[in-house]
């Protein structure tokens, strides 16, 4: 077995026994779903609308598991294991603290995978729910979420220098995010000015796109959405410089 | 006697403080080295320095004769180290942490073995954070010696022990010294600096007030022992 299964298989072991982000990010989203697909999923997702809220809401809560990993399991692992001077270990193998991290981001992609995979079931299973537009644009825009949250994820880790720092940051990041970008409560029954104000965080943009491409309609402002989404990616190059700050 | 350790005129500044102040030193195989200072002295500092965990601001040194920055994974095959006050990962199990720090290496040492011989085989389904102070810092050196090593670095190891633990880490150290395992380690305590290391090394504000062995250093001091050598070395009032 390779160096980083070995790892992987140990750090996975721990990911496991710590149930906040297998809770946060698998079981809360599914459980959101069918509370929306019971109370209104044959619901048009607002009126006049060409598609039900549960068509619109697979688009939303599939992000939850990329939040949940993005905002927490990251950044508070990279933190707890910098405070506890595991990476500054990991200086002194051969090997190196990317090894770790790496072990940890897939770990990682694969919860919000398993998460997003397991609202898919459900959706098609219990709702007969069926993707409409271009699956390969739903997979790409999904895996663009998840490139740009896990970017500000990193950053945040990279820039905060304690457990705690990161933790109130990851809650001021994650919660508003959560509510206000349609990710739990879906967009459409906001009024008009909290739409406005909610267009400027990421994740809106993301579910967009994700909506736009699931429910096969054209995307609306991609520019705008590719723009928001780009510019957290952009906080990748935080990685690098957190690299540093880690030891 | 092959140097193993190597550090010339090592300089490191945190501002306006110096951290280390133009140290020189030499670490011979077999030979077990001590740092010692108060508090804030430059100690881990300067295994920062000595390990390329920290880049200094002028000077060099090398473990092999080879930089660990640029040789990283040919040093640290051959190197086992205690970092001071070193945690572990929540819910890890002893036996988990042994077979992650295994995975690192490319012909690791038989980590039951290492348990056993440290007592603590037994404890292997244990979890880390449950066991005592002494056990954690047993098992802290169990695990350095797992790439089989040539050096060890022991930062502070048995600071927060009691004395049956300390002398029971003790013990082990000895052993490893009989085997030809060169050490470099800090410690506050000077029974211990006594009991393990051939020479040692006091800094003071990260500047080298003496370097040599145990027995030449509390003989061009007024006093008996170490402890109250050191005080004196350190300006510091000794009570007799």
């Known amino acids: ?247 | 006697m092959n140097t193993l350790i190597q550090a010339n005129d090592l300089t490191k500044r945190f501002g306006t403080r110096l951290a280390v102040d133009h140290i020189s030193l030499s670490v011979g195989e077999g030979e077990v080295f001590g740092l010692l200072g108060h508090n804030g002295a430059g100690k881990s500092t300067t295994i920062d320095l000595l390990l390329g965990l920290k880049s200094p601001d002028s000077g060099t040194s090398t473990i092999f004769s080879l930089d660990p920055r640029k040789h990283r994974k040919d040093v640290f095959s051959q190197v086992g180290v205690q970092l001071q006050s070193t945690s572990y990962q929540n819910n890890i199990t002893v036996r988990e942490c042994c077979e992650e720090m295994a995975a690192l290496y490319r012909e690791p040492a038989d980590y039951e073995e290492l348990l056993s011989q440290f007592g603590l085989f037994e404890f292997q389904n244990k979890k880390v954070e449950t066991l005592s102070g002494g056990e954690r810092q047993r098992l802290s050196v169990a695990l350095a010696l797992l790439p089989d090593p040539k050096v060890i670095f022991l930062d502070e190891l048995t600071t927060g022990l009691d004395t049956v633990a300390r002398r029971e880490v003790w013990r082990t150290l000895l052993q490893l010294k009989k085997k030809g395992v060169s050490m470099f380690l800090t410690s506050h305590y000077m029974d211990e600096v006594e009991v393990l290391c051939d020479r040692i090394l006091i800094l003071d504000h990260g500047k080298e007030v003496v370097m040599d062995t145990v027995d030449n250093i509390i003989d061009k001091s007024p006093y008996k022992r170490l402890e109250e050598a050191y005080l004196w070395y350190m300006g510091e009032e000794v009570i007799a």
């Open chain 1, 1 to 247: 077995m390779s160096t980083f299964l070995k790892v992987f298989k140990v750090e996975a072991k721990l990911g496991m026994r710590c149930i906040d982000s297998v809770f946060f990010g698998v079981i809360m989203p599914a459980g959101v779903f069918l509370l929306i697909a019971a109370l209104c999923g044959s619901k048009p997702a607002y009126d006049g609308s060409s598609y039900t809220m549960l068509e619109a809401s697979f688009g939303a809560l599939i992000t939850v598991g990329i939040c949940a990993t993005a905002f927490m399991g990251i950044p508070l692992t990279i933190a707890d294991y910098r405070d506890k001077k595991i990476l500054k270990h990991f200086f002194v193998t051969p090997t190196s603290p990317l090894l770790l991290l790496g072990s940890h981001f897939v770990l990682q992609v694969l919860l919000s995978i398993c998460s997003a995979g397991i609202i898919f079931l459900l959706a098609s299973i219990c709702y007969g729910y069926r993707i409409k537009g271009s699956v390969v644009l739903f997979l790409l825009s999904y895996f663009f979420v998840m490139v740009a949250m896990y970017s500000l994820g990193m950053a945040i880790a990279s820039v905060c220098k304690t457990v705690k720092a990161t933790n109130v940051v990851c809650t001021v990041v994650y919660f508003p995010m959560l509510f206000l970008s349609g990710a739990t409560i879906p967009y459409e029954v906001f009024p008009t000015p909290l739409q406005k104000i909610a267009e400027f965080l990421p994740l809106t943009q993301g579910i967009k796109l994700l909506k736009e491409s699931s429910l096969g309609i054209p995307v609306g402002n991609l520019t705008l959405a590719i723009i928001v989404l780009a510019s957290s990616c952009h906080g990748k190059i935080r990685i690098s410089l957190g690299i540093k700050t880690l030891i």
